[in-house]
C-alpha cells in the first residue's frame, strides 16, 4: 500500500472517531491504567521543565496534561477534525497559554521545525509506530530535538538507543 493511500486512510478513520479517541483513555480499567501508567513514565523521563512537541497528538489527551504539569507543548497530527477537537478541549482545560501551537502535520516530515526546538519528542499510539520507525531513519526527521533530551513514543528514542514497553525499566538512557 502507497503511503498516501494509507495517510488517506488514516485520515479517514481517526476523522470518523475523534469522540472515542477522546474518551479511550477513561472508558475503562484498563485504559485508565494505560494512561497512569505511560504519564508515569514520561514525568520520569521527560526533563523536568521545557518545549514538548506531542507528534501524533489527536485530540490533546497528552498534550492537556503535560501542559497541566507546566510544559510547553505543540500538537501536532495529521487529522483536522482532532486537532479542532484538541482546540476545544484545551480551551476548556484552561491550559491554551502553555500549548503554543496546534499543527495539521505529519510526523513523517518535521522540517517545519528547526534543529533543536524540543527538549522532547512524543509520538505515543499504535498507529504512529510505522511513521516514527521511517522518520527515525531520515535524516534530519528527529533533529528538531534538543541534544540529550528524551524521545518518547511506544518504542522510546533516547539518543540512539530504542525501548519498549516491556523492556523499558531495564534500557532506558536519557
Known amino acids: 500500500m502507497k503511503d ?17 479517541e477522546w474518551r479511550r483513555l477513561r472508558q475503562d480499567a484498563y485504559h485508565q491504567l494505560e494512561f497512569a501508567l505511560t504519564m508515569h513514565c514520561l514525568t520520569k523521563y521527560l526533563p523536568e521543565k521545557g518545549l514538548i512537541l506531542d507528534a501524533g497528538g489527536g485530540p490533546g489527551r497528552y498534550t492537556i496534561e503535560l501542559a497541566k504539569q507546566g510544559y510547553e507543548v505543540i500538537l501536532l497530527d495529521l487529522v483536522p477534525e482532532m486537532l479542532k477537537a484538541a482546540e476545544r478541549k484545551i480551551r476548556r ?6 500549548v503554543k ?28 509506530v510505522p511513521h516514527t520507525q521511517r522518520a ?9 530535538h534538543k541534544s540529550g533530551k528524551a524521545k518518547c513514543s511506544n518504542i522510546c528514542i533516547s539518543d540512539e538507543s530504542a525501548w519498549t514497553a516491556q523492556n523499558a525499566s531495564n534500557q532506558v538512557s536519557t
Open 101 to 128: 501551537q496546534i499543527i495539521e502535520g505529519s510526523i513523517d516530515d518535521l522540517s517545519m521545525f528547526g534543529d533543536e526546538t524540543f527538549d522532547a519528542v512524543l509520538c505515543l499510539g499504535g498507529p504512529s
Open 93 to 98: 482545560a484552561g491550559v491554551k497559554k502553555k
Open 4 to 20: 498516501e493511500e494509507t495517510s488517506r486512510m488514516v485520515k479517514e478513520w481517526f476523522a470518523q472517531t475523534v469522540d472515542h
Open 136 to 144: 527515525t531513519e531520515k535524516k534530519g526527521s528527529w533533529g528538531t
